[in-house]
């Protein structure tokens, strides 16, 4: 068994018990049979057990969204949104089942037509930071595409996924064609990665664990979807709406206690208004109201796990802290949001992922720089671009390699778009409109008609 607690006290709130390697292999055994006969449901029929899971999980949004304060230390207000986007994905992929078209290609002697197949038993392994979106944005597209789905989640979040798992069946989702299995990532999510009957693996997490996953899975060449760690960058320009900026700035990395893949961890501000925006930037990071993340009106909770806040602590040793929030003190994981003015481009805090409340603030003389910048990172997933001027805002997100950019916005994931990593962000794209693609194979069949 292992213990789940409360990052906000630091108590214990659930024991689980994790699947071993056998009861894994059992579990995947029971998905292969399963795929035979979720893949031969009538379209129409599995679109609507889909919409059925979306809602029973909308008849459920405000225990689920509890389970996530209490074992994510999420807000309230996030943990909702969490939860229904879980079910407006469900609706979105399920509103794909009937219009997941193939092609006819004009060929001579016959027709020639492409069907999109379902892979089979796909895996997906999931991260604590946001446990129900993550989860859903890989389950929903491969159960639409006709695939069925072991998940792992976390060990330090398991609740809200063996909820989702038990909303399944009570929705009528056949048996076996959606399972969750909680345990150790060394021990499930390997039985995953190792397990030749497993035809794809989607995967949320570590960039470290994720280029494991991606070796293992050649040996048996498994397809893999991996969204992995991100150091975005947040581009100011002396003509933005510096108010707006500098007001919006502390959501765009501080939410979700900065535990967000997608986190604007790095500011980059035009020389000409460096003061000027840190003196905007220094209330609006003051005002973020980081308490008990129960409260309805929090911003931020605390940090997942005591391992981890002493790890995101170990980026602030030696560096200066330009000012700080608030954060409570007691039991917990509590840090306060932290701006830091780095020494250098190479400080370990402007390079590596810090997952938590703390961002860069450095400064650029002119457009080329900035974007030089912004790409001077191993990864590539996120970002955004503050300017009046649409011209630069549209070559700056055009320079910028990363997969999910906005421009006077901080907006990151809608379920409607796609999002992934270009460089060491990951492989692949989760959501939009082409999600279904990359849970099939296309087949071509040419059939004579001479
Ligand atoms: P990881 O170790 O990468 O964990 C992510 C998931 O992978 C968990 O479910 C984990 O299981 C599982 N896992 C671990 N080893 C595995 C293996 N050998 N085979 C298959 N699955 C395995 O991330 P973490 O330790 O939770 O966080 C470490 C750092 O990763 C963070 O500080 C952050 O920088 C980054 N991170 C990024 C993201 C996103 S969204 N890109 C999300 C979370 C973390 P367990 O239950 O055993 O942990």
């Known amino acids: 068994m292992t213990d789940v607690l409360n990052p906000s006290t630091g108590e214990t709130i659930a024991a689980v018990a994790g699947h071993t390697v056998e009861s894994t292999q059992d579990a995947i055994g029971r998905a292969a049979d399963a795929f035979q006969r979720w893949k031969a449901t009538a379209p129409a029929e599995r679109a609507e057990l889909l919409r059925a899971f979306a809602r029973a999980v909308d008849a459920d949004i405000e225990h689920l969204a509890r389970l996530e304060v209490a074992e994510a230390g999420h807000t309230i207000g996030n943990a909702r949104g969490e939860a229904a986007n879980v079910r407006d994905v469900l609706n979105y992929y399920a509103g794909g089942v009937e219009r997941h078209l193939g092609d006819q290609i004009p060929v001579a002697g016959g027709i020639d037509v492409t069907f999109n197949d379902p892979l089979g038993v796909v895996g997906i392994i999931v991260p604590w930071n946001f446990p129900m979106p993550i989860a859903g944005w890989g389950f929903a597209p491969a159960l639409a595409a006709g695939n069925t789905v072991v998940l792992k989640p976390a060990e330090l979040t398991p609740l809200t996924a063996i909820r989702l798992g038990e909303l399944a069946v009570e929705a009528g989702i056949p048996v076996d064609v959606f399972q969750v299995l909680p345990g150790a990532g060394s021990t499930v999510g390997q039985a995953f990665t190792d397990d030749p009957r497993v035809a794809k693996i989607v995967f949320t997490g570590s960039t470290s664990v994720g280029e494991k996953i991606l070796a293992e899975s ?126 250098s481009p190479q400080d370990r805090i402007v390079t590596e992922e810090v997952f938590g409340p703390v961002v860069t603030v450095q400064r650029f003389r002119e457009e080329s720089e900035a974007i030089a910048m912004a790409n001077d990172s191993q990864y590539g997933l996120s970002g955004s671009i503050w300017t009046r001027d649409i011209g630069r805002g549209l070559r700056a997100a055009r320079g910028v390699e990363s997969g999910a950019l906005s421009v006077n916005s901080h907006a990151a994931v809608r379920y409607s778009t796609p999002f992934g990593g270009f460089k060491r962000s990951g492989i692949g794209r989760e959501l939009g409109p082409h999600a279904m693609d990359s849970f099939t194979e296309m087949k071509n069949v040419f059939i004579a008609t001479d």
């Open 218 to 343: 050649a040996k048996t060449m498994k397809r893999t979807t991996l969204e992995l760690g991100g150091k975005s960058a947040n581009i100011v320009f002396a003509d933005a709406d510096l108010e707006q900026a500098a007001a919006t700035a502390p959501y765009g990395v501080f939410d979700n206690a900065g535990q967000d893949c997608c986190a604007r961890s790095r500011i980059l501000v035009e020389d000409s208004v460096f003061d000027r925006f840190l003196e905007l930037l220094e209330p609006a990071v003051k005002g973020v109201r980081v308490t008990d993340p129960s409260q309805e009106d929090a911003e931020m909770g605390p940090l997942i796990s005591a391992g981890h806040l002493a790890s995101v602590r170990s980026f602030l040793d030696g560096v200066d802290v330009a000012f700080t929030g608030d954060a409570p003190s007691g039991a917990g994981y509590w840090l306060a949001p932290s701006v830091v003015l780095p020494k």
